[in-house]
């Protein structure tokens, strides 16, 4: 083809393009909203499906109640109910896998529009069906409640009428979410309608002509919207860079006083400036004055200027409404001294049903009147004595300082509204700086039990006379994306290398959380769930990470918790004298984590359990054990919790690896495990921060590594070697801290008649060691904090006898001693199973205040090691030969002198997916096994006078055990090692010699 013929062809193409988008646009803008509308429906349909599993779940405990006639109706309507879900559920996994998920989603879908229409339709009809299931059993369940439960007064029968009322509810939701599904499908179906009016009008064919002869030029595949995008600059379906950001103003009193707008991505808003706390700019003379609000689900909010919440999502702020939450696009502060206007939040903090405990409300107060009349007062005076505003703000020091003085109180800036004065329970807080007495007494219900002369005067023991920097709010999140385009690389060991471009990742930001202030570093949670989650979607980026056989981490774990199995992992918890006094195993120490875990509702009502008191606390562990133990629905929740405790660990691990050695700013990454029981995988991602994947990370990988194995292989290394010297560095820490202060510790402070080395004892021995034996082991923030709420510090001083002259002293000055105590003082180890200098995050993390229970420095460590061949695990053959077996997928040789019909049961199941199997085995096995190994394509050799047994894995995996495949109940020792030229080796050898006798 001649450059003139081509280049006037070309021509005449480009103007029949240009005249094309003139009149498709609107399609493309269509198509562009289709796919948006898809995505978020593919995210929400997997929502929704949990919420199904979850009421098939439910069905099970409602068919026990066989005495109510409506049951049996109430199973036939499930089964209709069930029918149409399925039906529902095929058609919109057809439209996300042939449709959305595919590469070529624009020509497909202009080109087979009639399809997806008539698809769609479908689902619609199927959907409708569905509402109508749901509303003949809810019909039913309703008669039931009004015509059964008047007679129901005993124990049994409350608990049926609980079972019913429990299934009716998450019916309500499965029905609530139908109606909104309807809705959603309405939406696309009138965009494909649309679509449908305009292809009629335009020549799409002409388009791919277009992208064709384009494609013959350059020599590589184009499509139609890379030309659109070349030629326009309009925005494409996959090819708009931009990352989602919010416009964020913080204001002034005046324009002149205004700040620039900043235009920050939804990450840095959410870091640098979340919501609830106070934004620490200075804005008119005044830091901290400004602070953001989203309305959530357990916050009531009191005002005494012009903010009133209008019942908008985001108060002051824009956004776009979507089906399952939020896209934020604008936020504007409130400014707390314009207007005069003090806002005050009472956040309902409600323990789950299960806990038993109490609901109470947590109370904040942001502004201050008393700040806002005296400034103005004296800005007034200001116009005549001709002052100015930093003179201004220093008479007002200068009054605020006196002021203080005469209570004995450390005087701060008066203008900074960023600092509180709080409760030490961690009941409230405020950030007025003129209050020296809780505002909340009359409403608190500790406050509610003081009684003084005037009950306009009360003052709670619990205020503090000092203030603190108000505390830092992290966002809970949840990261979702599918496993659909994931790619599987070659593996290394057990672990397989995983890594994948465009793949969609949804943020879901739910709620806000924090540390109440107190005496010690960490105080009550405050968690506040959003009306609606904040979404942010990555559409298009790049992962790399790993994948796990999830049966076999479940059996090692298994084995791990099952007391029987010794011997056991240990865990250093205390040293005295540079000698080791206190250890517990590791199963152990899992078993306070999960206790804890399900004693605090996941984490979140820790205030509940630690004021309860040291005995029943022991008493409610000893309970929830008892529970455990004879509870087989309790034991898979526990095996649940630990598998999810290792995914968030590896995570926060691999994602810190990445960011370091390939030198990407951890802002510019995120996380996110995956467990998939359906794939048999526990998936640890890390993916790029940016919608469409601009740092290609797989790119990256394999520049810095070569290969996704080097890079497994460096970060199983690393990982290993960092907490074998993290371990050294504790132990060294704490050993050389008690030589250093041992000295020290004898001396008596001003303040105590006794030394600080016996109140260290005294704690040790009376409060954290019995705790231990009760399967409660606390880090030392928690522990301290515990403490704090036992009025311990109180206790010790009037224990010591001082002079009450003396009591009120000692008592405040062990309240700020006392974490320093605990950690200098005490053996305590400082970090047990975890800390921000090795498996916890300072940020980023997606439930920033309970990571002391749902990450674990020492199952991690035990874990990893024992699947790279470090340690050896000791469990039941029964538990552990099939997912062992499981891992192969090609080849799998055993020596094994003996068999059983166990044995004979696993061979079969891995020879059935095609895995070459070969076994040695002694005479006696053959002759009761062989024939039946050798139908299911198995090879038999026979060996003679040898006791010692293993498996070889893909010429790769060695597993060194004492385990026959007989007796597989018994207890034997396992060790997985990876040396693929031994394994080769060693099968050679071991063939060699036995196969030809």
Known sequence: MSSHHTGAKLEDLIKDTIELLTTGKQELETVYSIHSELRALSHYFDNFKREFDYIFKLRTNLSKISEFKEIKEIEEKFINLSKSFNLLCEEIDYVINNFFSRQNFLSLILLHTDDFLRILKNAYINNNTLIKNIDELENILREMR?????????????????????????????????????????????????LSEIKAKINNERAFEISKFLKSIEGEKIWIH????????????????????????????????????????????????????????????????NVWFILTKNTKFYSSGAFIPSGEIVVKGTYEQLLDGIRLLEVETINLLHQNQEIKLAIKIEPPHNLRAKSYFVWIKYGSKKLYNELMNKLKDRKVKGTSIRDTFEELQREYEQLLSRQGRKAYRVNDLGYVWYCKRGLAMSTDPFDLACPFVHYCYIGKTIKEKSQWRKSCPNWLYRRRLFPKVFIESERRTSSRNLNYDNPVGVFIPVYGHGITVIEYYKGAQWYMPSVVSIGNIVRAEFEKPIIKELPSTNVVGFSLPLSLIRALISELIDENIKPKSEVLMIIRNDKISVKVTLDKLMLSKFLLYKLTG????????????????????????????????????????????????????????????????????????????????????????????????????????????????????????FLND???????????????????????????????????????????????????????????????????????????????????????????????????????????????????????????????????????????????????????????????????????????????????????????????????????????????????????????????????????????????????????????????????????????????Q
Request: net charge negative.
């Open 146 to 194: 009004d015509l059964k439960y008047p007679s129901l007064s005993t124990r049994r029968g409350e608990k049926e009428e609980n079972i019913i009322k429990e299934f009716s509810d998450a019916l309500y939701n499965i029905h609530v979410k139908c109606i909104d599904l309807k809705k959603f499908l309405d939406k696309i179906i009138d965009y494909i309608r649309n």
């Open 726 to 996: 993290h371990e050294k560095d504790i132990f060294n820490y704490k050993k050389d801290n008690l030589i250093k202060i041992s000295a020290k510790s004898q001396s008596k402070s001003r303040n105590i008649p006794v030394s600080l080395n016996e109140i260290a004892m005294k704690l040790e021995k009376e409060w954290y060691i019995p705790l231990v034996k009760s399967n409660i082991v606390m880090d030392i923030p928690t522990f301290t904090f515990f403490l704090i709420l036992s009025d311990v510090p109180e206790k010790l001083a009037s224990e010591y006898g001082v002079s009450k002259e003396k009591e009120e002293e000692m008592m405040e000055w062990l309240e700020r001693q006392l974490e320093s105590i605990v950690r200098d003082y005490t053996g305590i180890i400082h970090c047990i199973d975890g800390c921000t200098a090795c498996v916890m995050l300072d940020q980023g993390c997606f439930s920033a205040v309970t990571q002391n229970l749902t990450t674990s420095r020492k199952l991690v460590e035990w874990i990893l090691k024992v699947l790279t061949g470090w340690e050896t695990i000791y469990g039941r053959g029964g538990k552990l030969i099939d997912p062992i077996l499981g891992l192969a997928r090609k080849e799998v040789f055993i020596l094994s002198p003996y068999i059983d019909d166990e044995g004979f049961e696993a061979l079969k199941k891995v020879a059935s997916r095609g895995v070459k199997v070969t076994i040695l085995t002694r005479e006696e096995s053959i002759e009761s096994y062989g024939s039946g190994l050798r139908k299911h394509g198995i090879e038999v050799c026979p060996v003679k006078e040898r006791h010692d047994k293993l498996i070889i894995i893909d010429d790769e995996l060695i597993i060194e055990t004492t385990q026959n495949l007989s007796n597989l109940n018994s207890i034997n020792s396992f060790k997985i090692i990876r040396n693929p030229d031994k394994a080769s080796s060693l099968k050679s050898q071991l063939l060699n010699k036995y196969k030809n």
């Open 602 to 721: 996941r984490g979140y009502f820790q205030l509940n359990l630690l004021q309860a008191g040291k005995k029943t606390i022991m008493d409610k562990a000893l309970q929830e054990l008892e529970r455990l133990q004879c509870n087989e629905a309790e034991m898979n929740d526990f095996l649940d919790f630990l598998i999810d405790v290792l995914g968030h660990t590896l995570a926060h691990l691999f994602y810190s690896f990445i960011s370091t050695t390939l030198e990407i700013e951890p802002t510019n990454l995120s996380y996110l495990y995956l467990v998939d029981r359906n794939a048999d995988k526990l998936t640890i991602l890390v993916f790029e921060n940016s919608p469409y994947g601009v740092i290609d990370l797989p790119g990256h990988v394999q520049s810095r590594f070569q290969t996704y194995q080097n890079m497994l292989a460096r970060f199983l290394e690393f990982v290993i070697k």
């Open 226 to 289: 890379q030309i659109i995008s070349q030629l326009t600059g309009i925005r494409s379906i996959a090819g708009d860079l931009k990352t989602q950001e919010v416009t964020f103003r913080i204001t002034g009193k005046s324009k002149k006083d205004q700040m620039e707008d900043l235009t920050l991505s939804i990450d840095e808003l959410l870091i640098r400036y979340p919501p609830f706390e106070p934004i620490h700019d200075e804005v008119d003379g005044i830091i901290g004055g």
